[in-house]
């Protein structure tokens, strides 16, 4: 099934909230191989003038990652997961993820291209505070496998 | 320790600031698929990654851009500097059943500019000394 190209432009609806918590970012942070205190210690991540313990540079993946499972599970698009692979990704910061973070993201669909029997799709995800300030926007573009 | 404007004015373009060895096993890909919420099959299933036309399992390239800029992390100090981090995913890095795929970043300066404080560092990560991130730049500003 082709990638439907009409999804371009397309703004999914506002993630509920996600509450950031310590012991996931010590879970994340031992998944990238952290070795940075910033990510485990509470008390390094106060002295350093955080709140509270600090995700590492790519955690905002995980709000992207529920932007994205919209994008899978919208039935207009055609897209399989399996047949899905990463073909580019960045993070701009405002500031870092630190656990009691009470984020939502917001996903547009910024461009459908076929090269090709692949799709890309490219889709852009803007993250926000429970105040509303911006705290990362995360662009992805996948690379949909064609079945030949 | 972290990045200061003094520090950051006596870089200079290719300079090497850190660099680090990372043993990737299956054993990473399930822990990655579990802390990041990305369950796609073709990162533990052999089966699966090989009809889809893969060579087999590979690491999830979020795992390889995510443990990339920890030394990084490392040398600057405060994540907080970091205001940008972007990755072309230009190879895979294949992870075999019973054994490690090691990735190798160095990281080093590919621009400065001391009148703003600012600083690009590219990484270079490599996997069976074939590169495996394209493009992949960290920018940066100083204390």
């Known amino acids: ?148 | 320790m972290t990045l200061t404007k003094q520090a950051l004015r006596a870089l200079s373009v290719g300079d090497v600031v850190a660099q680090r060895e990372f043993a990737f096993t299956r054993d990473s890909l399930v822990r990655y698929a579990g802390a990041s919420g990305d369950f796609n099959t073709i990162h533990y299933r052999d089966d699966i990654a090989l009809s889809v036309g893969l060579d087999g399992v590979l690491a999830h390239g979020m795992l390889t851009m995510g443990a990339a800029v920890q030394p990084v992390v490392d040398w600057l100090g405060d994540p907080a500097l970091i205001d940008d981090y972007q990755v072309r995913f230009t190879r895979p890095v294949y992870v075999p059943a019973d054994g490690e795929a090691v990735v190798s970043v160095i990281a080093k300066i590919g621009q400065v500019d001391a009148e703003a404080g600012a600083a690009r560092i590219d990484l270079v990560v490599t996997a069976a000394e074939t590169t495996v991130l394209g493009k992949a730049q960290v920018r940066v500003h100083a204390a």
């Open chain 1, 1 to 148: 099934m082709p990638i439907n190209p009409e999804l371009q432009g397309r703004v999914y609806a506002k993630t509920p909230s996600y509450l950031v918590g310590r012991e996931k970012i010590r879970e994340f942070s031992r998944a990238v191989f952290s070795t940075s205190p910033l990510n485990f210690d509470v008390e390094a991540a106060r002295a350093a003038g955080y709140a509270d313990v600090v995700a590492p540079p790519t955690f905002a993946i995980v709000l992207q990652q529920f932007t994205l499972q919209q994008l899978l599970d919208d039935d207009d698009a055609g897209i399989e997961l399996s047949h899905v692979v990463h073909g580019q990704q960045q993070f701009t910061s405002a500031r870092p993820i630190v656990a009691g973070d009470e984020l939502t993201a917001v996903q547009t669909i910024a461009s459908v291209k076929s090269l090709g029997g692949n799709s890309m799709i490219t889709s852009e995800s803007v993250i926000e505070d429970a105040a509303g300030e911006h705290v990362a926007t995360t662009t992805s573009t996948l690379v949909v496998r064609g079945d030949s």
